[in-house]
């Protein structure tokens, strides 16, 4: 299985997890994305695996010469759904960066050309795996909570020195489409609802010198069969904080609650009384599991169309916040 990598702006590390555990595939080309991106370190990475790929100027170049199985691409993010459409137009499998694309029409012209192609497709949504995410998941699928009624997600995230493609809308895209959408997959993901409707707010204040980026942002949903949701989204976490992110999750149902806090997960229903601390399961990650489903020897758990439907849902919900108004989805 050859794979080639697009970039470094985005969550490579999934590449190189499932690489370094997958012993039939190497990584063979390594490109930038758009001129300037530095992709040092990543080759440096990459190198520290016993992989030695073939480093290109140009991506197009890569494509053509090498014939990858696989690309994936995660260069900066309003290029993402151009570098996607040009790798698929080369009959060539992707696994690429959230969101696929930074705005609606570029979205439709990604999916418009996966949907007429026997290829695969799946978005770094890698959090699913997380071994206290994966557990809360199942035990929702099991019935451990009843029926999902009330969902409350959270993404929050040091903001540090961000690169400059962050501090502009038409490159950045936008925190909700970036950091959110993690979250508001995960209310699609746990519940097997569909969004009706959205109503959000962001703001920029008190970013630290980073142009438009917005740190600060709230969703409200209404999903069918009268289920709700939100999702609170900051860039606010202290520097002093022991870790990057603090994501959670609030799942509350008819016969029970479920929270995913800290890396651990806490159920409490009605078959035993108290808080149950639940013990983990173990995952292998996206990458193996998409190279799975490439190989034909499975199904990734990110689908192509979960990939296009939570990319729709976040760039409407950050038309919401522009707006201020309700939008329905």
């Known amino acids: 299985m050859k794979i080639c990598i697009i970039g470094s702006a985005g969550h490579t590390n999934y590449v190189l997890d499932g690489v370094r555990r997958d012993k039939?595939?190497?990584?063979?080309?390594?490109?930038?994305?758009?001129?300037?991106?530095?992709?040092?370190?990543?080759?440096?990475?990459?190198?520290?695996?016993?992989?030695?790929?073939a480093v290109f100027d140009d991506y197009r170049e890569m494509l053509e010469q090498l014939q990858p199985d696989v690309v994936a691409v995660a260069s900066h993010f309003y290029q993402q759904a151009s570098i996607t459409l040009e790798?698929?137009?080369?009959?060539?499998?992707?696994?690429?960066?959230?969101?696929?694309?930074?705005?609606?029409?570029?979205?439709?012209s990604v999916k418009r050309f996966y949907q007429q192609s026997n290829l695969h497709l799946a978005a770094m949504f890698g959090i699913r795996y997380k071994p206290w995410f994966m557990?809360?998941?199942?035990?929702?699928?099991?019935?451990?909570?009843?029926?999902?009624?009330?969902?409350?997600?959270?993404?929050?995230?040091?903001?540090?020195?961000?690169?400059?493609f962050y501090k502009k809308r038409e490159t950045y895209g936008g925190t909700i489409p970036w950091v959110g959408s993690h979250a508001v997959d995960w209310l699609h993901w746990f519940s097997g609802e569909r969004?009706?409707?959205?109503?959000?707010?962001?703001?920029?204040?008190?970013n630290q010198?980073?142009?438009?980026?917005?740190?600060?942002?709230?969703?409200?949903?209404?999903?069918?069969n009268g289920v709700m949701g939100s999702v609170n989204i900051?860039?606010?976490?202290?520097?002093?904080?022991?870790?990057?992110?603090?994501?959670?999750?609030?799942?509350?149902?008819?016969?029970?609650?479920?929270?995913?806090?800290?890396e651990r997960v806490f159920l409490i229903n009605s078959k035993k009384k108290g808080v149950q601390e639940v013990s983990l399961e173990n995952s292998e990650?996206?990458?193996?599991?998409?190279?799975r489903q490439v190989r034909g020897k499975g199904k990734c758990l990110v689908s192509a169309e979960d990939s296009f439907y939570i990319t729709e849902v976040c760039l409407k919900a950050r038309v919401a916040a522009d707006e201020n108004r309700i939008v329905m989805l």
């Open 234 to 262: 900051d860039y606010l976490r202290p520097d002093t904080a022991g870790s990057h992110g603090d994501d959670r999750i609030r799942v509350a149902g008819t016969e029970g609650v479920i929270e995913v806090c800290d």
């Open 195 to 206: 969004f009706e409707t959205v109503y959000a707010a962001h703001s920029s204040q008190y």
């Open 285 to 291: 990650g996206i990458f193996l599991d998409f190279l």
């Open 209 to 224: 010198g980073h142009g438009e980026l917005e740190v600060s942002a709230l969703l409200h949903f209404r999903l069918t």
């Open 87 to 108: 790798v698929l137009k080369r009959g060539i499998n992707v696994f690429v960066e959230k969101p696929v694309a930074t705005n609606l029409s570029e979205l439709a």
């Open 24 to 53: 039939d595939s190497r990584i063979v080309g390594i490109a930038a994305g758009i001129q300037g991106e530095g992709i040092d370190k990543l080759t440096e990475q990459i190198g520290e695996l016993g992989e030695k790929p």
């Open 135 to 164: 557990t809360a998941w199942k035990l929702v699928q099991q019935g451990g909570v009843g029926k999902v009624r009330l969902m409350n997600a959270q993404k929050s995230y040091k903001l540090g020195s961000r690169p400059e």
